[in-house]
């Protein structure tokens, strides 16, 4: 496994660390939109949910990355 990650080139570096956790953002970015542009009143407890994805996902990839 170590080796993958020392023959990968920079860009593969750049999206496996910094391109996935920005998409996994901007996906829960685009729930909490939704959620808030429909005609209902806004869920909070979901908006809540939502927004704990955030902390977690930098969490585990600061984790990964700085090992």
Known sequence: MIRKFLKAKHWQLFLLMIGIPVILQFIAM???MINMSSGKDPESAIMINTLTLFP???IIYSGLFFG
């Open 30 to 32: 685009g729930a909490i």
């Open 56 to 58: 977690v996902i930098m």
